[in-house]
C-alpha cells in the first residue's frame, strides 16, 4: 500500500508536468457524464417516471455507478491501458522487479484527469441522498458505501479480464468497452426497467445488479424478505473480482513479449 | 551459478503474403508458422565472470534474455540460477538481478533521475544504509552529479545510459544483464560504460552478461563468448582461442580485427 502511494506520487508529478492538458483533460471529463445526466433529467421532465422509478431514485442509481466508474478508471487506468504496455514491452520491465504485476500495472498509470468525472459524480450522488425520500440509517449509508466499493471491483474486474486478454491477442480488445461503457450506461438506471435476460446477464454473469439494483431496493425501502440479503448483495461484485485475478495470473504464464 | 540446459522456444508467427486480398482473408483464418527462437541451449557461468553473448540479428539473443531473466516462460528445458527457476521463482529470484535493455527505459520519463531512482528504492525494499552508499559510489563513478536532478526526458542518450545502468544496480544484484548497452552511443560514452561495467565486476564481483553487436565491447570487456545463430548455440569459449583458430584463414600478414573474424564465423556456421 505504502508502496502504491510511491506510485502515485511520482504520477501525480509527472502529470504535473503538463498543466494545461490536465486543466483541459478534466473541465471534460467533468461535461460528459453531464450531458449524460442532463438527458436524464429532461426525460423525466417529460415522462415523470419510468416504471415506478421516479426521478430521484435514478439520479441515486446514477450517482453510484458513475461514482464506481469514475474511480475504477482512475485507479485501473493501467489495465484499461494495458495493451500499449504490451506493444511496446514496457511489461518485460515489469516482470524483472520484485513485484507482484497487479500492483505494478496498477501504478504504471493513474488518470487524474478522471477527478472531473469524479467531481460530476459525486455532485449528483449528493443532490439524489438529498431529495430522495428515504429514512437515512447508518445500516442504509453503510450499504451506499458498499455499493460503490464493489461498483469499483466490478469494473476493476472487467479492465483486469480485458487487459489479460492482451496476452494472447497483443492488441487491446474494444469488445471491453461494451461491458465498462455499456456496462455503465445500463446499470445507471434500474435493471428491472430492461428485459428480463438483460437483468439476468447483468445480475448473474457481471454483478453490476447486485452492486446497485438489489441494494438499491433495500435502500428506498422496496424489498421484500430478508434485508440482510439485500444490504449484502454487494459482496458479489467483490467476488466478481476473483475469477479475473485468477485468469490475470494464467496470462502471465503466456505472455511472448515482442522483438529485441 | 548460472546453470542453462536444454532451453528450448518457440514462437508462432503468422503468415500471409501482401495485398488487400490476403490480408481481409487472414481476418478469418490464419496460417501459423512454428519458429523456433531458441532450440536446445545449454552453457552455465561461473560467479564473477563476464561473458559475451554475441550472434546476428533475430539469432535468439533476446529471447535468452528474457528466459533467464524470467521474462519468458521457455517450452522446455531447465534453468538454475542462485537456485531459482526464474519464471517460477519470479519475485524472489528478481531481486538479485539487474537488467538494462538498451533500447527501453526503465526510468520514469517527466521527473528528475533522483525521484527514479528513490521509486526503485522502495520497488527493491533496499535499506536505507545500502542505498546510500551504492547511490553515492554511482553517483561518484558514472558521473552522475550534475544531471540526477534533470527530467529524463531532458537527458541525452549517453547520460540516459549512465542513469540506466546506475538504475539496475541500486539493489546490489549479483548478476547483471546487459542488452545492448551501448547502442547509439558517442565514443566518450562508450568508453565510460566499459570501464564502469570493468570496475564493478572486478570490485563487486558482480557476474555480468553482456549482448552487443559492438566487437570493441566484446574485445573489451568479455573474457569468453557464446555465440548462437538461428537459435543454436555455436560456439562457447574463450575469445583468444577463436582468433587463433581464423588467424591462419586470413591471408593478410596484418592480424584480423575481431570484427573480421567474425563475420568469418557467421559464413562458417552459415548464419547469416
Known amino acids: ?260 | 551459478m548460472i546453470t542453462v540446459s536444454g532451453i528450448s522456444k518457440s514462437f508462432k508467427v503468422a503468415k500471409r503474403s501482401s495485398g488487400v486480398r490476403s490480408a481481409v482473408k487472414s481476418l478469418f483464418r490464419r496460417e501459423y508458422t512454428e519458429v523456433a527462437a531458441l532450440s536446445d541451449i545449454s552453457f552455465s557461468i561461473e560467479p564473477g565472470e563476464i561473458v559475451g553473448y554475441i550472434g546476428p540479428n533475430g539469432a535468439g539473443k533476446s529471447t535468452t534474455i528474457k528466459v533467464i531473466s524470467g521474462i519468458l516462460v521457455p517450452d522446455s528445458g531447465t534453468c538454475k540460477i542462485m537456485g531459482y527457476t526464474p519464471w517460477l521463482d519470479r519475485v524472489a529470484y528478481v531481486k538479485n538481478i539487474g537488467v538494462v535493455f538498451g533500447q527501453r527505459s526503465q526510468l520514469w520519463w517527466d521527473v528528475p533521475v533522483i525521484d527514479s531512482f528513490d521509486l526503485l528504492r522502495d520497488i527493491y525494499d533496499v535499506p536505507e544504509a545500502e542505498y546510500q552508499s551504492n547511490l553515492k559510489l554511482l553517483t561518484e563513478t558514472l558521473d552522475l552529479e550534475d544531471i540526477i536532478r534533470t527530467p529524463v526526458r531532458q537527458l541525452s542518450l549517453g547520460q540516459r545510459m549512465r542513469c540506466e545502468i546506475a538504475a539496475s544496480l541500486l539493489h546490489s544484484p549479483s548478476i547483471l544483464f546487459l542488452d545492448e548497452p551501448t547502442i547509439g552511443l558517442d565514443a566518450v560514452s562508450k568508453i565510460a560504460v566499459r570501464q564502469f561495467i570493468t570496475r564493478i565486476n572486478q570490485e563487486k564481483g558482480v557476474t555480468i552478461i553482456l549482448t552487443t553487436h559492438d566487437m570493441n565491447d566484446i574485445e573489451a570487456l568479455a573474457q569468453r563468448i557464446i555465440l548462437i545463430g538461428k537459435g543454436s548455440l555455436l560456439y562457447d569459449g574463450d575469445i583468444h582461442a577463436l582468433r587463433d583458430r581464423y588467424v591462419n584463414a586470413f591471408p593478410s600478414e596484418s592480424t584480423p580485427s575481431i570484427e573480421e573474424i567474425i563475420v568469418r564465423m557467421y559464413e562458417e556456421y552459415q548464419i547469416t
Request: proline share 3%; hydrophobic share 50%; charged share 15%.
Open chain 1, 1 to 260: 500500500m505504502r508502496l502504491f502511494g510511491k506510485y502515485l506520487l511520482i504520477l501525480f508529478k509527472s502529470q504535473m508536468q503538463y498543466r494545461t492538458s490536465f486543466w483541459l483533460l478534466s473541465f471534460g471529463q467533468f461535461f460528459i457524464p453531464f450531458s449524460v445526466f442532463a438527458g436524464l433529467y429532461f426525460m423525466f421532465e417529460r415522462f415523470g417516471q419510468i416504471k415506478g422509478w421516479d426521478f430521484y431514485e435514478v439520479a441515486l442509481t446514477f450517482g453510484v455507478i458513475h461514482m464506481a466508474f469514475s474511480i475504477s478508471e482512475c485507479f485501473a487506468r493501467g489495465f484499461d491501458m494495458f495493451s500499449s504496455l504490451v506493444v511496446n514491452g514496457e511489461f518485460d520491465r515489469l516482470l524483472v522487479r520484485p513485484r507482484s504485476t497487479i500492483l505494478q500495472v496498477l501504478g504504471s498509470k493513474f488518470e487524474f484527469t478522471r477527478v472531473g468525472r469524479l467531481l460530476q459524480s459525486a455532485l449528483v450522488l449528493a443532490w439524489a441522498i438529498s431529495q430522495v425520500q428515504v429514512e437515512w440509517t447508518v445500516m442504509k449509508a453503510l450499504t451506499l458505501l458498499f455499493m460503490i466499493a464493489s461498483g469499483v471491483f466490478i469494473f476493476a474486474g472487467i479492465f483486469i479480464l480485458m487487459a489479460a486478454m492482451c496476452f494472447w491477442t497483443i492488441q487491446g480488445l474494444e469488445i471491453a468497452n461494451i461491458f465498462t461503457d455499456g456496462g455503465r450506461e445500463m446499470a445507471q438506471y434500474p435493471l428491472n426497467i430492461y428485459q428480463k435476460w438483460v437483468s439476468r446477464f447483468f445480475t448473474y454473469i457481471i454483478p453490476f445488479g447486485c452492486v446497485n439494483y438489489l441494494p438499491l431496493l433495500f435502500i428506498l425501502g422496496k424489498s421484500e424478505g430478508n434485508p440482510l440479503i439485500h444490504m449484502l448483495t454487494p459482496l458479489a461484485g467483490c467476488a466478481f473480482l476473483i475469477p479475473c485475478l485468477f485468469i490475470w495470473k494464467i496470462g502471465v504464464r503466456h505472455y511472448r513479449s515482442t522483438g529485441s
